[in-house]
């Protein structure tokens, strides 16, 4: 069971979409969000789960917590159907909303786990070491005596964290759990997640936007598009598939006209700088080289592919292959 | 380092899930009661706000009463009884569940799935939802009224009459949230139906101040066979008052209060389960 301690068979998600056509009329249309998707996490693995907005990804979480019931298929977290124990579940699994808090807005910090101690029934002496532990990591000591409505986004965000986790969840949910954050609060959120895991061998199952989340976190990513799941594997073999491209800015002494410099191709130009796109795979230090010896360079830099970019560009490539498909059939 | 086995697991809870509801209902009704009393002064303004905006409705009834002897029959005391148990119930009522009429607005904003997530019923943690101690003040103002109407009316107190105060008043509030379940079940296929639901909280509270022999047959009908809230005081306070009921119903109607109580509530309970299976299927 610890191989497949969240399992999706086969699972669908249909919504009846109700379209107004005219003064009474109303066309009904249904939306597949979730098609036939099909995997497993391990007990203790840390997964990355991305796509676009609308791809699915939102519904998934919600079926695995319980809100939502699937249409179709097969689903179990530790083991429960969460859609049919959905209390039972709610005490073994932990999830946090980026961006809707469940902290009591108006009372100090401290109270909302006080409540969180009661609702769980939470052992005292599990509460006073998960609540310790939590302050410790999450650096929460000066704020538990703080309405919530005073905390910063990451201070809220690390409060949420960590009320969270005081019942001891085997499995956290995390939706966006950076977004909106400045570079520090990300960072004590990751090395916090981080340490969790190793730690504690909870499952952690995060949604983001921001590629370095998956970089810093997560051994396995998940993409999924238009319900479907895209990729699944390590972060590296992503931008391999996803024939993803780098970029390299450069700043010449004067303006000129686009490099030439295959298989790498100019995208942009502005004065004398210039932005080109090359395979991710290819070396930037050849294609700097061969640049330089050609050009009068001042300055350059490399940038990384970001993940949206690569997503687009993974999912076009998709539709290319079915039309290609359908073409030869 | 936690593993399954020393997991501590509080797994389903002795005593089920109404106990584990009501449980979770005053833990979540006292943190609101803490929230508002972080603005102490806000919240006594605001007792005494709705204590008095509350009190406007009697004023009015009294204004009429310096015109008039009587209102359809019946005394400014005995209209002051009704609207005492009016008012005292659908208070009660109000205070206790009436934040479920919010539910449209969490459906919309996507908060409703925060309460998903946690190990108690919606239902509990909807009606604990904004629990507001100021709502004392209707439920204050309305009890007086009916403290004053019963020291001046000159009722025959038969053991039957004072059996059936205390029966009314439970029933009414029951009734009453009845239909703020029922109101909010509803808003799981319309959001933005909190003004129908207020049309018959607020509305159906206003009309049974007034004496049931000032309104149209079909209203009488229909709120005494459809939506049963001539049950909430119209039909038993008619029988501690010795008035007859204009509908003709025999006697012993007055004393069915509790069983229409009963079947409104199931009948909520059973649309807000068939609300939350919807929502839990489409997600809106």
Redesign the interface.
């Known amino acids: 069971m610890d191989d497949d301690f969240i399992e999706l068979d086969r699972v669908e998600k249909v919504?009846?979409v109700r379209r107004k056509t005219g003064f009474l009329r109303r066309e009904r249309r249904s939306v597949r969000a979730v098609d036939s998707l099909s995997f497993t996490v391990a007990r203790g693995e840390m997964v990355g789960y991305i796509g676009p907005n609308g791809a699915g990804k939102s519904?998934t979480i919600?079926m695995l917590?319980?809100?939502?019931?699937p249409?179709g298929g097969r689903l179990r977290v530790a083991g429960i159907d969460p859609?049919r124990e959905?209390?039972?579940l709610?005490?073994r699994?932990g999830?946090v909303?980026g961006q809707?808090t469940?902290l009591?807005?108006?009372?100090p910090l401290i109270?909302s786990y006080r409540?969180a101690h009661?609702?769980?029934?939470?052992?005292e002496v599990?509460y006073r070491e998960n609540l310790d532990r939590c302050v410790e990591l999450l650096e929460l000591g000066e704020l538990l005596e703080v309405?919530v409505r005073q905390l910063s986004l990451g201070q809220r965000m690390r409060g949420d964290i960590a009320a969270a986790l005081l019942?001891?969840p085997?499995v956290l949910y995390l939706d966006e759990p950076t977004i909106g954050l400045d570079v520090i609060s990300k960072s004590k959120v990751r090395g916090f997640l981080r340490e969790l895991n190793a730690?504690?061998?909870t499952t952690v199952l995060l949604t983001t936007h921001d590629l370095q989340d998956i970089e810093q976190l997560c051994s396995r990513v998940m993409v999924i598009d238009h319900g479907r799941l895209m990729y699944d594997g390590a972060l590296a073999g992503l931008h391999e598939v996803g024939e993803s491209e780098r970029t390299l800015v450069v700043d010449l002494e004067r303006e000129l006209p686009p490099i030439e410099a295959a298989p790498a191709r100019v995208v942009r130009v502005e004065g004398p700088r210039q932005w080109l796109a090359f395979p991710a795979a290819q070396s930037a230090a050849e294609l700097v080289a061969r640049i330089a010896a050609r050009y009068p360079l001042l300055d350059l830099s490399v940038r990384e592919p970001d993940i949206e970019a690569v997503i687009a560009r993974m999912y076009a490539g998709g539709t290319a292959q079915d039309e290609a498909e359908k073409a030869v059939s | 380092?936690?593993?399954?086995g020393a997991?501590?697991?509080?797994?389903?809870?002795p005593g089920g899930r109404v106990r584990?509801g009501v449980r979770?209902y005053f833990?979540?009704a006292g943190?609101w009661i803490?929230?508002t009393m972080?603005?102490r002064t806000s919240f006594v303004l605001m007792t005494v706000t709705n204590f008095a905006t509350t009190a406007l409705d009697f004023v009015a009834i009294l204004l009429m009463f310096s015109r008039v002897d009587a209102l359809g029959g019946y005394s400014l005391q005995q209209v002051a009884f009704l609207y005492g148990v009016s008012s005292t119930t659908f208070g009660l009522a109000d205070m206790v569940i009436g934040s479920m009429e919010r539910l449209g607005r969490r459906v919309r904003d996507?908060?409703l799935?925060?309460l998903?997530?946690?190990?108690?019923?919606v239902l509990a943690q909807m009606a604990a939802d904004q629990f507001a101690l100021r709502r004392l003040g209707r439920t204050g103002q309305g009890a007086l009224v009916l403290t004053w109407a019963l020291l001046r009316l000159d009722i025959d107190w038969t053991p039957l009459r004072v059996l059936l105060m205390p029966v009314m008043l439970v029933s009414g509030c029951a009734i009453f949230c009845a239909v703020f379940i029922a109101g909010a079940a509803f808003q799981f296929v319309a959001q933005d139906a909190a003004e129908v639901q207020n049309a018959f909280t607020y509305g159906g509270t206003t009309l049974l101040q007034y004496p049931p022999t000032v309104f149209a047959t079909e209203l009488l009908r229909g709120v005494t066979y459809v939506l049963p809230l001539a049950f909430v005081n119209w039909l038993p306070a008619t029988y501690v008052l010795g008035l007859p009921y204009p509908l003709g119903l025999p006697e012993w109607a007055a004393f069915l209060s509790p069983l229409v109580a009963a079947g409104c509530v199931g009948l909520a309970g059973l649309a807000w389960r068939a609300g939350l299976?919807s929502y839990?299927?489409?997600?809106?």
Request: aromatic residues 10%.
């Open positions: 919504f009846d519904t919600k917590t319980g809100i939502l019931t249409s859609s959905r209390t039972r709610a005490r699994i999830v909303f809707r469940t009591w807005w108006d009372l109270d409540l009661r609702m769980y029934r939470i052992p599990r309405p019942h001891d085997e730690e504690r061998g | 380092m936690v593993d399954a997991r501590w697991a509080a797994e389903e809870v584990e979770a833990l979540i943190m803490r929230s972080a603005y996507g908060t799935d925060t998903l997530v946690r190990p108690a019923p299976r839990r299927s489409t997600g809106s």
